[in-house]
């Protein structure tokens, strides 16, 4: 795996998976927020974002195990 197919597989989510994602773990800033820090940003309930990212990690795991 290199950073051109996690790119690639960063595309095959949709524009709130992508956001939570890189939210969660960090990706473009110095901290991860919480589950409940995204909640706050997005204007979601926290559930809402925890079902959103354990979709997107589901999504990125498939693409993981195919290639």
């Known amino acids: 795996m290199d950073k051109k197919d996690l790119a690639t597989w ?3 989510l949709s524009k709130e998976e992508k956001e939570v994602v890189k939210l969660r773990f960090g990706i473009d800033r110095e901290e991860p927020l919480t589950l409940k820090e995204i909640s706050l940003k997005l204007e979601k309930k926290v559930s809402d974002v925890n079902f959103i990212e ?4 589901q ?3 498939e693409l993981l195990l195919i290639k």
């Open 59 to 61: 999504k990125l795991r």
């Open 10 to 12: 960063f595309e095959s």
């Open 54 to 57: 354990i979709n997107a990690i």
